[in-house]
């Protein structure tokens, strides 16, 4: 399987030449492992790699941690070290005693927990990253995170872009993005995401939740799938899943602390009163969402129902990804208030507020930026707005909307 550039290498490269624990967080099999691997031969470095998805490293790791180091001295990658919490107290040991930095190259899929695990031991000496699955800039070997709307940029960017056409889109949509899929290393989609998922339940959800009905959470995953670009209704997928509210609470916390869903929130100051409240919710891929949702091939969901939220999802999740992959919380939300008004994505960068909206026609017009004059009474500037489209190539409606093809984000 040919190695794809991730758009966080440079970002990987200066935190491990400066911090002793660069921990890299994200869901499974989206190539954190790789792509450090990757860094550390490119900076010839000799580097141990260790997973404890192997049961007698971590069998060795949860009850001798000090042994564990002595067989696996720094500089060492720990894959999936959300198993071996114990690890963290002789790390930060290993950290107070000097380590250089480098040392400790940790990874895990279950990232607010270990999240929580560093902020407890290794506050401000620990680099956290996430990685999430692969967007359309690294395939097409573009390691440049588009986290800027000034035209420059936007011009650059058309030019080191591959375009798509509408049926290509769709397709790249519905095949999704994770590393295997994207390389050609498996074409089966079906049975990898399938596989994808029973992995998923046995290995995170289970050992977050303790014993759980697989098939009645596969009910659910698909439940949440079939809402995703939509605002949150807890009770809505309960009911269609059977359990109680409050186990779709739990469930979804579940979803998102193991990178499978994120969620917009409305974009909100004490200058706005009457927005909603409800967060909207999305996939980090939208190829686990086509699966779920039981789109077969692009041309289905082309033609689907669904094709619009598909297309939501996928441009909201790409900026998301551009976002992380420059190391930076991903500034964005959304704005919808009871008048009906909506706004896609509001950007919130540099003082600054961007709007966003996201479009399944080809031929965009002023009226579809009639929302974008709601920011405008706020304290905050609103900057230059974008209608993301299946346009063809990049242009504007006026000196204040650009128009970008949804190939480009």
Same mark, same amino acid.
């Given at each position: 399987?040919?190695?794809?550039?991730?758009?966080?290498?440079?970002?990987?490269?200066?935190?491990?030449?400066?911090?002793?624990?660069?921990?890299?967080?994200?869901?499974?099999?989206?190539?954190?492992?790789? !792509?450090?691997?990757?860094?550390?031969?490119?900076?010839?470095?000799?580097?141990?790699?260790?997973?404890?998805?192997?049961?007698?490293?971590?069998?060795?790791?949860?009850?001798?941690?000090?042994?564990?180091?002595?067989?696996?001295?720094?500089?060492?990658?720990?894959?999936?070290?959300?198993?071996?919490?114990?690890?963290?107290?002789?790390?930060?040991?290993?950290?107070?005693?000097?380590?250089?930095?480098?040392?400790?190259?940790?990874?895990?899929?279950?990232?607010?927990?270990?999240?929580?695990?560093?902020?407890?031991?290794?506050?401000?000496?620990?680099?956290?990253?996430?990685?999430?699955?692969?967007?359309?800039?690294?395939?097409?070997?573009?390691?440049?995170?588009?986290?800027?709307?000034?035209?420059?940029?936007?011009?650059?960017?058309?030019?080191?872009?591959?375009?798509?056409?509408?049926?290509?889109?769709?397709?790249?949509?519905?095949?999704?993005?994770?590393?295997?899929? !994207?390389?050609?290393?498996?074409?089966?989609?079906?049975?990898?995401?399938?596989?994808?998922?029973?992995?998923?339940?046995?290995?995170?959800?289970?050992?977050?939740?303790?014993?759980?009905?697989?098939?009645?959470?596969?009910?659910?995953?698909?439940?949440?799938?079939?809402?995703?670009?939509?605002?949150?209704?807890?009770?809505?997928?309960?009911?269609?899943?059977?359990?109680?509210?409050?186990?779709?609470?739990?469930?979804?916390?579940?979803?998102?602390?193991?990178?499978?869903?994120?969620?917009?929130?409305?974009?909100?100051?004490?200058?706005?009163?009457?927005?909603?409240?409800?967060?909207?919710?999305?996939?980090?891929?939208?190829?686990?969402?086509?699966?779920?949702?039981?789109?077969?091939?692009?041309?289905?969901?082309?033609?689907?129902?669904?094709?619009?939220?598909? !297309?939501?999802?996928?441009?909201?999740?790409?900026?998301?990804?551009?976002?992380?992959?420059?190391?930076?919380?991903?500034?964005?939300?959304?704005?919808?208030?009871?008048?009906?008004?909506?706004?896609?994505?509001?950007?919130?960068?540099?003082?600054?507020?961007?709007?966003?909206?996201?479009?399944?026609?080809?031929?965009?017009?002023?009226?579809?930026?009639?929302?974008?004059?709601?920011?405008d009474r706020l304290q905050l500037p609103?900057?230059?707005?974008?209608?993301?489209?299946?346009?063809?190539?990049?242009?504007a409606i006026d000196s204040d909307t650009?128009?970008?093809?949804?190939?480009? !984000?």
């Amino acid at each position: 399987m040919n190695y794809i550039h991730r758009s966080i290498e440079p970002l990987l490269k200066e935190t491990l030449s400066e911090y002793a624990v660069v921990l890299l967080v994200g869901p499974r099999q989206v190539g954190k492992s790789t !792509v450090i691997e990757h860094v550390i031969a490119d900076d010839g470095r000799q580097v141990e790699a260790v997973t404890l998805d192997d049961l007698t490293q971590r069998s060795l790791a949860q009850n001798d941690p000090a042994m564990f180091f002595e067989l696996h001295e720094p500089p060492v990658l720990i894959d999936e070290v959300q198993y071996a919490p114990e690890l963290f107290t002789y790390i930060k040991m290993a950290v107070d005693r000097g380590a250089v930095p480098g040392s400790f190259l940790l990874t895990g899929s279950q990232q607010f927990r270990l999240m929580e695990l560093a902020g407890e031991s290794l506050a401000g000496r620990i680099a956290i990253l996430s990685l999430s699955s692969l967007d359309l800039a690294e395939e097409a070997n573009t390691a440049s995170p588009l986290i800027s709307m000034g035209i420059k940029a936007l011009k650059k960017r058309s030019k080191q872009m591959r375009p798509l056409s509408v049926s290509q889109l769709f397709e790249v949509i519905q095949r999704g993005f994770m590393p295997a899929v !994207v390389s050609g290393a498996n074409t089966n989609l079906n049975v990898f995401y399938s596989s994808y998922i029973q992995t998923y339940i046995e290995r995170d959800v289970r050992r977050l939740l303790g014993k759980v009905d697989a098939l009645q959470f596969m009910d659910f995953m698909r439940a949440v799938a079939a809402r995703c670009s939509q605002m949150l209704n807890v009770a809505s997928i309960a009911e269609d899943v059977g359990i109680r509210p409050e186990k779709a609470k739990a469930w979804l916390a579940v979803l998102e602390r193991s990178g499978i869903i994120f969620y917009l929130h409305p974009y909100a100051n004490n200058q706005l009163k009457r927005t909603v409240k409800k967060p909207k919710l999305y996939f980090h891929d939208c190829g686990i969402v086509a699966y779920l949702t039981r789109w077969s091939t692009p041309e289905a969901l082309q033609a689907g129902a669904m094709n619009g939220a598909f !297309v939501e999802n996928f441009a909201v999740s790409e900026i998301w990804k551009a976002f992380l992959n420059a190391g930076l919380e991903p500034p964005l939300y959304y704005f919808r208030d009871k008048d009906g008004n909506e706004i896609d994505v509001v950007i919130e960068m540099n003082g600054k507020l961007y709007p966003i909206e996201i479009k399944k026609t080809a031929s965009p017009n002023k009226a579809m930026t009639k929302a974008f004059s709601c920011l405008d009474r706020l304290q905050l500037p609103r900057s230059t707005g974008v209608i993301l489209c299946m346009a063809s190539e990049l242009s504007a409606i006026d000196s204040d909307t650009y128009v970008i093809p949804l190939w480009m !984000v």
